[in-house]
């Protein structure tokens, strides 16, 4: 396998990752803007945008797009998340040009006709309603909007059904031209890949993105509290959060490592005490969202109405306790979790693509796979812990509860009494 990489005069950045041995390759196009790029007026407008790519350009419909790309057995699609945008493709060896030619089309040429704008708009409000009317889905938008609240990166991706509807055609292309810049879009191919066929296909097709570097987002500032989502519905879902680390901050593979041992799978502290020796939830696992400049640790539990008290008590008992004595064998189970996820996706052309893509964007260069396993390789049991120490004493932690009300206000009181305000 041989990972290369060009920077082109314009500024954009292609990289591949061949691996000969396959038939098939997986290749994108990746740029440094989402859901936190956004000004107020602007709310969904990244996600609306990555829909509207594939509604027609000037040399193909709407249906010419999926009929070109499905006629060779080819998957397209996209996503949006806070920081970054991704438009992709997977196809086999022979159609490389043709998705890369599609997705150069689509990100140069869309014409965002008025009809299909409407229409997709009416699509994504009722992406919108489908995610409010499932509360293990929505509580994850509430406990972003109470950690970071009146900020962007505090906003849903999705947006509002108002806000979407009232982003017209000059919206989308104000955005393209002030953030789809070469500075920040990255093309990266990992398969049967050639490189310098990428190289000069991408420099030629992706010509029409405008030079430049896209201005920077306002610096987060996390906030914590708590916010109660009251419905008549049998399960409580939950989440306790702390401020967590960005991706360049020296612990953040400790706690990584922090995050697993507490609620990485089914070996971890919380699914042991809290679903196996208590039975006091069906789901809860630990999750942590490293940003460019913060992060968010949080803990998803869902739970009977009964139990939300006491489970809330154990979670918050069972991360206190991790901090203090997390033990070498955990770290060790750990660490070999880290290495595994890392190595695996190597081995997957679209995976691949997306790692080298992410590394780019957020460290300038891919990162070298032996550096990342040694980086992983030299924390120690104490690291771990200081991780989770510092990520506990941070500041106030936030909570979000969707279910029955008064549970859910035990919880939030139990969440608040963790807080230590950072003066």
């Known amino acids: 396998m041989t990972l290369r990489l060009t920077r082109l005069e314009s500024g954009l950045t292609v990289a591949t990752h061949t691996m000969p041995e396959l038939k098939t390759a997986a290749l994108g196009v990746w740029v440094g803007a989402g859901a936190r790029h956004e000004r107020a007026d602007e709310h969904g407008i990244s996600h609306l945008l ?46 490389v040009w043709l998705g890369l030619d599609i997705l150069a089309d689509i990100l140069t040429d869309s014409v965002f006709d008025p009809d299909e704008l409407a229409r997709e708009q009416s699509v994504i409000v009722q992406e919108i309603g489908a995610a409010n009317d499932t509360p293990d889905d929505i509580v994850y938008d509430h406990v972003q909007a109470v950690a970071f609240p009146g900020q962007a990166i505090g906003r849903s991706i999705l947006g509002t059904p108002d806000s979407v509807r009232g982003l017209g055609r000059d919206r989308l292309t104000d955005y393209l031209a002030r953030h789809y810049l070469t500075g920040q879009t990255v093309v990266v191919a990992a398969g049967a890949v050639e490189h310098d066929r990428i190289v000069a296909a991408a420099g030629a097709r992706l010509a029409g993105i405008a030079q430049g570097i896209p201005p920077e987002p306002p610096a ?177 932690p936030a909570f979000a509860g969707v279910g029955p009300g008064g549970g859910l206000e035990s919880a939030a009181g139990i969440a608040d009494s963790l807080g230590h305000p950072v003066a």
Do not use: C
């Open 220 to 396: 987060a500032v996390w906030q914590g509290g708590s916010l109660i989502d009251a419905r008549d519905i049998d399960q409580a879902n939950m989440i306790l959060a702390f401020e967590g680390v960005d991706y360049h901050d020296p612990t953040y593979y400790a706690l990584q490592a922090f995050t697993i041992v507490v609620g990485g799978g089914m070996s971890s502290r919380l699914f042991q005490e809290v679903r196996e020796s208590r039975g006091l939830a069906y789901s809860v696992f630990g999750f942590h969202w490293p940003y460019a400049d913060t992060g968010l640790f949080g803990v998803y539990a869902g739970t009977d109405e009964s139990d939300i008290a006491e489970a809330m008590r154990v979670i918050a008992g069972e991360l206190d306790a991790a901090a203090g004595n997390i033990t070498a064998t955990e770290v060790a189970r750990a660490k070999a979790q880290m290495k595994a996820g890392l190595l695996m996706a190597m081995e997957r052309p679209a995976s691949r693509a997306e790692q080298i893509a992410r590394q780019i964007l957020f460290h300038g260069r891919p990162l070298d796979p032996d550096e990342v396993v040694a980086r992983i390789d030299a924390l120690s049991v104490e690291d771990v812990r200081g991780a989770g120490r510092a990520m506990l004493d941070r500041g106030k």
């Open 50 to 95: 990555e829909h509207m790519a594939f509604k027609g350009t000037r040399r193909r419909t709407a249906r010419a797009i999926a009929e070109e790309i499905e006629a060779v057995g080819g998957d397209l699609n996209a996503a949006t998340s806070v920081e970054t945008t991704a438009y992709y493709a997977h196809v086999l060896s022979q159609d």
